[in-house]
């Protein structure tokens, strides 16, 4: 018998049948009878990327700018329309063992407590920092996080921001589908540095669900803009949005590039 013969199991797919069983639980618990929780009108995780190829500089503008946008007048009109109210979170990610959530859940419903988040968003140390990038575990923490919480929301949302693409562990695709399963949309937010074709690679095998969509940027600096605009579609009625129809192969408007986002113009 030789060595490869004796190894034992593939090391990916190990690393597949954990992440189905893992999110297939939590695809369970959200897709089952009726949830107990305090009701929401919307569930968000807004998951960060804070692996190795973001830097210092690059992570303090990206937490500045949620803040920002969070803080926007028309943000805080979009959340106080909201009845019940949002339940938020934010998470760093970048390998499953390293993922971690920054700042717990927040219900939001007046400026006051939007303002507090957006104060303890500015005031989060960066932690979860790796050498690796996967998407997939990305996905699984946070649909983990919309199963396990205490909230009941009508809607439920992952906002997944990074700058570069899943380089560890299964293809987030596999990851995608089961949370679409379980009613879960995911929205993305890339910054383009050096990747001029990351929008794409989001658009074919990160999002998901009904009314998803990608908006990039190519700095770091129009990252407030962009998660400004971006929270505002998650924020509207899905009856308002464009639709990008999605099936388990992808979504079928893929042709289509991500909207892009620059402050050095008019912006779509």
Not at 38 to 52: C, F, G, K, R, Y
Not at 87 to 110: E, F
């Amino acid at each position: 018998m030789t060595v490869a013969a004796i190894r034992g199991p593939d090391e990916h797919m190990v690393q597949f049948v954990r992440l189905f069983l893992i999110l297939f639980a939590a695809a369970a618990g959200l897709s089952g009878p009726a949830r107990s929780g305090q009701p929401v009108a919307i569930e968000l995780v807004l998951a960060v990327d804070t692996s190795i190829s973001v830097s210092a500089a690059e992570y303090q503008l990206q937490m500045q700018g949620i803040a920002q946008a969070l803080r926007h007048p028309d943000i805080l009109a979009a959340i106080s329309d909201q009845p019940g109210g949002v339940a938020i979170t934010l998470v760093h990610w970048s390998l499953g063992s390293r993922n971690r959530q920054a700042v717990g859940w927040h219900w939001l419903k007046s400026d006051a407590e939007v303002f507090d988040f957006a104060s303890e968003i500015e005031r989060a140390p960066r932690i979860g920092a790796g050498r690796g990038t996967s998407i997939s575990d990305a996905i699984v923490f946070s649909t983990r996080l919309l199963a396990e919480n205490e909230f009941a929301g009508r809607a439920l949302k992952i906002d997944i921001s990074g700058d570069s693409r899943h380089n560890s562990g299964p293809s987030p695709h596999a990851a995608r589908d089961l949370a679409v399963l379980a009613g879960v949309t995911i929205n993305g937010l890339v910054i383009e540095d050096g990747d001029r074709n990351l929008g794409e690679y989001y658009r074919q095998l990160v999002i998901g669900g009904e009314g998803a969509f990608v908006m990039s940027v190519d700095r770091n600096r129009d990252f407030a803009l962009a998660m400004q605009r971006k929270l505002a579609r998650e924020l509207a009625p899905i009856a308002a949005l464009p639709t990008s129809v999605f099936s388990l192969a992808g979504c079928k408007t893929c042709g289509q590039p991500a909207d892009k986002i620059s402050t050095d113009g008019a912006s779509p």
